[in-house]
């Protein structure tokens, strides 16, 4: 098999950079907070790239693996869908319900990856893929 | 929590780029043959990057999970320990045994990522953690 691209500089400084023992993604329940939290993230990224009329909102998490990295990563698969909360409203989701109209009923089966970095305050959503 | 990073174009793209349900994470066999060669491509990485005397091998995959995404993206939690095989020799590492000197034995624990594209006949060590 031929490598694509050989190991830069940058990634050799990462190898050995870790005080502690490199974390594995572990299972973790699909109504913890933080994993609620990762996938409200995940879909308030969805509605900023979406051209929808309408806020999607997260609808059914059926799995998350969160992993220890500089921070903890979550790795979910959830659905998200269609409210009949209008994109020009700044609702909080919160407040949003489900489209019950049956043309605009719409759910899409997501994976993202949400990485929070609690000491910063802060979090990122690098990965989002959905279908 | 404030977000690190507007979502770009680039972001953006990726989300509804998929013909299929996107791929979550799945624990495979530590023993499948795929996991085996994706632990060797990560500790050849580990080698290139390595300025020690003797090239690692891989001794003790732990845990591996598969993703499904335009290919497949193994994780491995993985030991590497130190060879008898000096750096300068192109062995196949197959061959080499580890070191059973006392003050020459090491292992480190790693966590990899190892991307492999098998229509293209290629892979990529995109993360590689060691400790
Ligand atoms: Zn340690
Ligand atoms: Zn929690
Ligand atoms: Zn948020
Ligand atoms: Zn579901
Ligand atoms: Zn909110
Ligand atoms: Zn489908
Ligand atoms: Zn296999
Ligand atoms: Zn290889
Ligand atoms: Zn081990
Ligand atoms: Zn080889």
Redesign the interface.
């Known amino acids: ?7 830069s500089q940058d ?2 400084s ?12 572990k299972t973790i329940k699909t109504n913890d907070p933080d994993v609620l ?1 990762a996938a409200r ?1 995940s879909v308030e ?2 509605n ?3 051209n929808d009329a309408f806020l999607f909102r997260e609808s059914h998490i059926s ?1 998350a ?1 969160v992993q220890i ?1 500089k921070g903890l990563k979550f ?1 979910l ?1 959830l659905d998200i869908s269609r409210t009949t909360c209008k994109k020009t409203r700044h609702s909080s989701l919160d407040d949003c319900g489900f489209q019950t109209n049956r043309t605009l009923k719409q759910t899409l ?3 993202s990856e949400v990485w ?1 970095i609690p000491w910063l ?5 690098p ?5």
Chains 1, 2 share one sequence.
């Open positions: 098999l031929g490598a694509t691209g050989d190991p990634f050799c990462q190898i050995l950079n870790s005080g502690v023992k490199p974390g594995f993604p939290r993230h990224s969805f900023n790239c979406s799995r693996l990295v790795m698969d089966s997501c994976y929070v305050q802060s979090f990122k959503v990965v989002l893929r959905c279908h």
